[in-house]
């Protein structure tokens, strides 16, 4: 800490909110005091009506401001130019957003858990993914409901009927083996070719044994909105772990992992109704073909040290360093109808592990393809096999889950609907992404955008930054910036989702060829990608720069964060306030280096912090990491852009509803103070509470009047989190 005398530091003040007098001496405990109130109203908001004194306080914004109330009939009638149409239209957005209120409630269910604790806000992944199960389980309203959202709605139906899945057994898959000219292990491998049976699983199954495929930008090459995407060819996913020697520099499968592994191996043939005496040479092959490809396997670190990501490389190139792959053939049947020629570029990013597949293929092929086992095969198939477990009946899905508990996997099983709406949105993001944006982010979600990033852009104009030339960059990249809600492809017309998807033809109960056509779906979005270079960010949940546009996906405009019909001040005291740290961390990652602000503010809120929760004298030698003071900072910064966002929201409209009869700022802080504790990804980077910042907020801005004062001492403090606390 700062080892001057007692400093007062003057925090960052809205325009009129200046101190007001008020007879109560605002003393170091009573800022904690507020966080309780603010925890208390929004439970209020949510069940328990809970109301408290501070609305005593001057409120130094306007009267409505702090009423917290819609028009009253008379209001409505004095405002000059309301005609009773316009009446009726305000009575209507009420109904409206009580509605929403309603729904908000049930969603979240605030009231509280039978054991009395608080129940939480999820996290925005989980919130995202909910809602679009409730768009997918949606009753369908009449024949207004377009072709292309019914058979979203019909895929996910069939995944969920589980019992289906049941009755059939192995059935499906044993017919598709077939239909591929059968494999060895049965005895009834017709004569295929390699790379053709290769090139199929590839463009009609999304399944790459040997290598992955994929489309992207070269991180390389400066990013604009319309960066050219190039074919990236990389290292398979190997079932099993693979270890890392550093000394040696080479990779190995884990060889106490492989029993289970051959264990899962001879489970998975016994389902496929495979003789055991067939189990232990097919297997022992696919071992052996498995950690003999692993062994040329290296870690990102390495790659990267190593210079191995990127590399630039044409397709008649790659022929010649890898010659026991069609590598033409193959990317014509992934990205097809996209013209693919032998001049084109690819990026690889191990290409070492390339020509080592290469030549382990052709070597196999030479041992082992006369002896009639067809060890590139079977590979093949077991590859194609994992790729459609989530389409096959719960003993095949338990298998791997048993093998993945064998390797240490301690992470719950996730539940069915979860696997259901994952496996949806892989095919129908395009159509998920512009539903969720009709739905919820329509105007008030632009409207919101528009108000952080102005205010977040007036915020940083008055830092104190340490060096001219890089602060002059870093602002005019700012100012420059248009952040905008989601893509382009999130404004196609029902007319063209349906065409989209013409092509899609879906069963009403077999959820097998469902599951198959979902994977031509990902085909033809990876070709959309290499055309185009253009992906749907709506099922995205974090912010992103892509030329000069910032895109803001639709997948954060979700309930419980947001929903238009909400009232204002707690859209913004929520997703506002996640807005803007989201944009903070992608627009300034390294702000601790390059402004003063950062490191002064953050001190003096530590510093307030310990004033008032350890005892006079209590001193020990504990100072703020400089990670963890930018943390601060961008906590704190995101609470009064968001709120300084509202207030020019509140200007514009200032009839907006609240709830449980809560003033707007009791409401706004509440929100902040909920969401910021339970969904917060930033707040493991705190030292403190992060809803102590509205104690801060609070001591400097009016609504407690005495300032802030930065102490001179040399103090550390044992981590506390949210849940510590019971929210009453």
């Given at each position: 800490?700062?080892?001057?005398?007692?400093?007062?530091?003057?925090?960052?003040?809205?325009?009129?909110?200046?101190?007001?007098?008020?007879?109560?001496?605002?003393?170091?405990?009573?800022?904690?005091?507020?966080?309780?109130?603010?925890?208390?109203?929004?439970?209020?908001?949510?069940?328990?009506?809970?109301?408290?004194?501070?609305?005593?306080?001057?409120d130094?914004?306007?009267?409505?401001?702090?009423?917290?109330?819609?028009?009253?009939?008379?209001?409505?009638?004095?405002?000059?130019?309301?005609?009773?149409?316009?009446?009726?239209?305000?009575?209507?957005?009420?109904?409206?957003?009580?509605?929403?209120?309603?729904?908000?409630?049930?969603?979240?269910d605030?009231?509280?858990?039978?054991?009395?604790?608080?129940?939480?806000?999820?996290?925005?992944?989980?919130?995202?993914?909910?809602?679009i199960?409730?768009?997918?389980?949606?009753?369908?309203?009449?024949?207004?409901?377009?072709?292309?959202?019914?058979?979203?709605?019909?895929?996910?139906?069939?995944?969920?009927?589980?019992?289906?899945?049941?009755?059939?057994?192995?059935k499906?898959?044993?017919?598709?083996?077939?239909?591929?000219?059968?494999?060895?292990?049965?005895?009834?491998?017709?004569?295929?070719?390699?790379?053709?049976?290769?090139?199929l699983?590839?463009?009609?199954?999304?399944t790459?044994?040997?290598?992955?495929?994929?489309?992207?930008?070269?991180?390389?090459?400066?990013?604009?909105?319309?960066?050219?995407?190039?074919?990236?060819?990389?290292?398979?996913?190997?079932?099993?772990?693979?270890?890392?020697?550093?000394?040696?520099?080479?990779?190995k499968?884990?060889?106490?992992?492989?029993?289970?592994?051959?264990?899962?191996?001879?489970?998975?043939?016994?389902?496929?109704?495979?003789?055991?005496?067939?189990?232990?040479?097919?297997?022992?092959?696919?071992?052996?073909?498995?950690?003999?490809?692993?062994?040329?396997?290296?870690?990102?670190?390495?790659?990267?040290?190593?210079k191995?990501?990127?590399?630039?490389?044409?397709?008649?190139?790659?022929?010649?360093?890898?010659?026991?792959?069609d590598?033409?053939?193959?990317?014509?049947?992934?990205?097809?109808?996209?013209?693919?020629?032998?001049?084109?570029?690819?990026?690889?990013?191990?290409?070492?592990?390339?020509?080592?597949?290469?030549?382990?293929?052709?070597?196999?092929?030479?041992?082992?393809?006369?002896?009639?086992?067809?060890?590139?095969?079977?590979?093949?198939?077991?590859?194609?096999?994992?790729?459609?477990?989530?389409?096959?009946?719960?003993?095949?899905?338990?298998?791997?889950?048993n093998?993945?508990?064998?390797?240490?996997?301690?992470?719950?099983?996730?539940?069915?609907?979860?696997?259901?709406?994952?496996?949806?949105?892989?095919?129908?993001?395009?159509?998920?992404?512009?539903a969720?944006?009709?739905?919820?982010?329509?105007?008030?979600?632009?409207?919101?955008?528009?108000?952080?990033?102005?205010?977040?852009?007036?915020?940083?104009?008055?830092?104190?930054?340490?060096?001219?030339?890089?602060?002059?960059?870093?602002?005019?990249?700012?100012?420059?910036?248009?952040?905008?809600l989601?893509?382009?492809?999130?404004?196609?017309?029902?007319?063209?989702?349906?065409?989209?998807?013409?092509?899609?033809?879906?069963?009403?109960?077999?959820?097998?060829?469902?599951?198959?056509?979902?994977?031509?779906?990902?085909?033809?979005?990876?070709?959309?990608?290499?055309?185009?270079?253009?992906?749907?960010?709506?099922?995205?949940?974090?912010?992103?720069?892509?030329g000069?546009?910032?895109?803001?996906?639709?997948?954060?405009?979700v309930?419980?964060?947001?929903h238009?019909?909400?009232?204002?001040?707690?859209?913004?005291?929520?997703?506002?306030?996640?807005?803007?740290?989201?944009?903070?961390?992608?627009?300034?990652p390294?702000?601790?280096?390059?402004?003063?602000?950062?490191?002064?503010?953050?001190?003096?809120?530590?510093?307030?912090?310990?004033?008032?929760?350890?005892?006079?004298?209590?001193?020990?030698?504990?100072?703020?990491?400089?990670?963890?003071?930018?943390?601060?900072?961008?906590?704190?910064t995101?609470?009064?852009?968001?709120?300084?966002?509202?207030?020019?929201?509140?200007?514009?409209?200032?009839?907006?509803?609240?709830?449980?009869?809560?003033?707007?700022?009791?409401?706004?802080?509440?929100?902040?103070?909920?969401?910021?504790?339970?969904?917060?990804?930033?707040?493991?980077?705190?030292?403190?509470?992060?809803?102590?910042?509205?104690?801060?907020?609070?001591?400097?801005?009016?609504?407690?009047?005495?300032?802030?004062?930065?102490?001179?001492?040399?103090?550390?403090?044992?981590?506390?989190?949210?849940?510590?606390?019971?929210?009453?």
């Amino acid at each position: 800490m700062d080892e001057n005398p007692a400093v007062r530091q003057e925090m960052v003040t809205m325009p009129e909110e200046q101190p007001q007098p008020h007879p109560v001496v605002c003393n170091k405990y009573r800022g904690l005091l507020l966080v309780v109130f603010a925890f208390s109203l929004f439970a209020a908001a949510f069940g328990l009506g809970v109301y408290c004194h501070l609305q005593k306080n001057a409120d130094p914004w306007m009267p409505r401001w702090k009423s917290g109330g819609s028009y009253t009939s008379e209001e409505r009638h004095s405002v000059k130019g309301v005609s009773n149409e316009d009446n009726r239209e305000l009575d209507k957005k009420k109904e409206a957003r009580t509605g929403g209120i309603m729904r908000m409630r049930r969603e979240t269910d605030f009231q509280g858990k039978s054991d009395g604790q608080q129940v939480k806000f999820p996290d925005r992944k989980t919130a995202l993914l909910k809602t679009i199960k409730e768009i997918l389980e949606a009753p369908e309203e009449g024949v207004s409901v377009n072709a292309a959202e019914q058979k979203a709605k019909k895929y996910f139906s069939t995944c969920m009927d589980a019992e289906s899945t049941e009755k059939v057994g192995s059935k499906p898959f044993l017919t598709l083996i077939q239909q591929l000219g059968g494999w060895a292990v049965s005895n009834g491998l017709n004569r295929t070719d390699f790379n053709t049976t290769l090139a199929l699983l590839m463009s009609q199954y999304s399944t790459f044994p040997f290598f992955s495929v994929y489309a992207g930008s070269d991180s390389g090459e400066k990013q604009t909105a319309s960066s050219q995407h190039y074919i990236q060819i990389d290292e398979p996913y190997f079932q099993f772990p693979i270890d890392w020697n550093s000394k040696t520099q080479k990779s190995k499968a884990s060889t106490r992992y492989l029993r289970p592994f051959y264990m899962s191996c001879g489970q998975y043939l016994a389902l496929l109704g495979v003789p055991s005496n067939q189990t232990t040479q097919h297997c022992g092959l696919y071992i052996s073909l498995s950690t003999t490809l692993a062994l040329a396997t290296a870690p990102l670190h390495y790659r990267l040290s190593q210079k191995l990501l990127y590399h630039r490389i044409t397709i008649q190139e790659l022929q010649t360093l890898a010659p026991a792959i069609d590598w033409l053939a193959c990317l014509q049947a992934t990205f097809q109808p996209l013209p693919i020629s032998q001049s084109d570029l690819v990026l690889v990013h191990n290409l070492p592990y390339i020509i080592h597949m290469s030549q382990t293929i052709s070597i196999w092929q030479v041992q082992h393809e006369m002896m009639g086992t067809r060890p590139l095969h079977t590979y093949m198939i077991f590859s194609l096999l994992h790729t459609l477990i989530p389409a096959l009946d719960s003993r095949f899905f338990q298998t791997m889950r048993n093998f993945s508990i064998a390797t240490g996997d301690t992470q719950e099983e996730i539940p069915r609907w979860l696997r259901c709406v994952q496996q949806t949105e892989r095919g129908f993001d395009t159509l998920l992404s512009h539903a969720i944006r009709e739905r919820h982010a329509q105007k008030e979600a632009e409207e919101l955008i528009r108000d952080v990033y102005l205010s977040l852009k007036k915020k940083l104009t008055d830092l104190s930054w340490r060096d001219n030339r890089s602060s002059a960059f870093i602002l005019n990249k700012i100012k420059s910036l248009n952040p905008r809600l989601s893509t382009k492809t999130n404004n196609l017309s029902h007319a063209e989702l349906n065409h989209l998807y013409a092509e899609v033809v879906l069963s009403e109960e077999d959820f097998f060829s469902n599951y198959l056509q979902m994977l031509v779906l990902e085909q033809k979005s990876r070709s959309r990608l290499l055309s185009h270079g253009t992906l749907t960010e709506g099922l995205s949940i974090t912010p992103s720069i892509s030329g000069n546009d910032i895109i803001i996906p639709v997948g954060m405009f979700v309930s419980p964060f947001f929903h238009s019909s909400y009232p204002r001040a707690l859209n913004y005291g929520t997703l506002g306030s996640l807005m803007a740290k989201d944009l903070l961390h992608l627009l300034l990652p390294n702000i601790q280096t390059q402004a003063n602000n950062p490191e002064s503010e953050s001190k003096c809120i530590w510093s307030h912090y310990l004033s008032v929760t350890k005892d006079p004298g209590w001193v020990v030698t504990f100072s703020l990491s400089p990670s963890k003071q930018q943390e601060v900072w961008v906590q704190y910064t995101a609470l009064q852009v968001a709120l300084d966002a509202y207030k020019m929201s509140f200007t514009r409209h200032p009839g907006d509803s609240s709830l449980s009869g809560l003033s707007y700022i009791h409401l706004f802080l509440s929100s902040f103070t909920k969401v910021t504790c339970d969904a917060d990804s930033y707040h493991e980077f705190m030292p403190f509470e992060p809803s102590f910042l509205v104690t801060v907020l609070c001591s400097n801005s009016g609504f407690c009047p005495k300032p802030l004062t930065c102490v001179n001492k040399s103090q550390s403090y044992p981590r506390e989190t949210c849940q510590s606390r019971t929210l009453h």
